[in-house]
């Protein structure tokens, strides 16, 4: 029996992603060996990390990059992956198919990530592209697998595939905090003079973000600015839609503690796509003390699941109305989606 040997090529931080997509295959097929650089066995201790990974390269049946953001920013997954295409190219650009290398590579997407952006601006870019969280589209990528490459299934595929994107899931889900995929941003709104710190700044130390604010630093001024705030942003955005999906109870949540009364309510604003569209906004009453606030994504997702998808920002937003003490500090603690 014909062995099939599969490559599949991944970025260092999607690890436990891979691990899972090779031994899902592995579990399927009796002929076919899988190489995954991150799996314990597959490159020998004191091998050289980059010829051991041109050889396996060289021997491989199907290369299967593993798309996501984190890959498309590494410089050695984008050199592994033009050198698989080059060498697939010239490997097979005289076979009768005339497909040279493209029934070859089989590039997979891993969610938030879309399928088009994902080979836009690479080599891959007419190439069929599978989506790692969608049942059909791996089962289609399998049957090819059955009909062109004599791969032998050890078993029916459906239920198989369904419990690896339930897997799959699980794992993007618990990948990253809110709080470390995020960058932080202040900002105050109004017709005020003077430099943004002067009105509100912050400090991060861990899962707890320290804000100190003014709402009248310069003693010429006689109203306060519109609005105050920070903003958490999420340059790869931030995908909502599958945590509610999986998870019909999970919200997002985090601890508001205040030692005096400095406000009385703040507002939290989630927004999403380039333009920072507003898709929800929360008034939630505060208090000295430790303020758990909460909100839930069932609520959110019926606004719609593209714009979940696609969460640009989550905004923590003082209007002068809520001001009690034009001056103080409190913080924000665990900021996070929980279950």
Do not use: W
Request: net charge negative; aromatic share 10%.
């Amino acid at each position: 029996m014909d062995r099939v040997k599969v490559f599949i090529s991944h970025a260092s931080a999607d690890k436990d992603i891979a691990i899972a997509f090779s031994r899902f295959l592995d579990s399927l097929a009796s002929n076919v060996d899988i190489f995954c650089s991150s799996i314990t066995g597959n490159i020998s201790i004191g091998d050289n990390f980059v010829n051991s990974i041109m050889e396996q390269l060289a021997d491989s049946t199907v290369f299967i990059p593993l798309i996501s953001e984190k890959y498309r920013k590494s410089k050695f997954c984008i050199m592994e992956l033009g050198i698989a295409f080059s060498y697939l190219f010239e490997k097979h650009k005289n076979e009768k198919s005339k497909d040279e290398g493209k029934n070859y590579i089989c590039p997979f997407v891993i969610p938030p990530t879309g399928c088009v952006e994902a080979v836009y601006d690479t080599p891959l870019r007419d190439y069929q592209v599978f989506a790692l969280n969608d049942v059909d589209s791996i089962a289609s990528f399998i049957e090819d697998l059955e009909k062109n490459r004599s791969v032998k299934l050890r078993t029916v595929i459906g239920q198989r595939c369904a419990a690896f994107v339930e897997r799959l899931n699980e794992l993007l889900v618990y990948s990253d905090s809110i709080l470390s995929i995020a960058s932080t941003l202040t900002f105050r709104a109004g017709n005020v003079s003077g430099a943004e710190d002067k009105y509100i700044s912050h400090e991060q130390k861990g899962n707890e973000i320290i804000i100190s604010y003014n709402m009248s630093p310069l003693s010429t001024e006689s109203e306060y600015p519109e609005y105050i705030g920070l903003a958490l942003i999420f340059p790869d955005r931030l995908d909502l839609c599958t945590m509610a999906e999986i998870y019909g109870d999970s919200q997002i949540a985090f601890n508001l503690l205040m030692e005096s009364q400095l406000f009385n309510k703040i507002d939290i604003e989630i927004k999403h796509s380039d333009n920072n569209l507003i898709l929800d906004r929360v008034t939630c009453p505060v208090r000295v003390g430790i303020n758990p606030v909460s909100i839930k994504l069932s609520g959110l997702i019926k606004k719609g699941r593209k714009a979940m998808q696609n969460i640009s920002e989550i905004c923590f937003v003082l209007k002068p109305t809520y001001i009690d003490n034009p001056e103080g500090q409190f913080s924000l603690t665990d900021i996070d989606v929980h279950f």
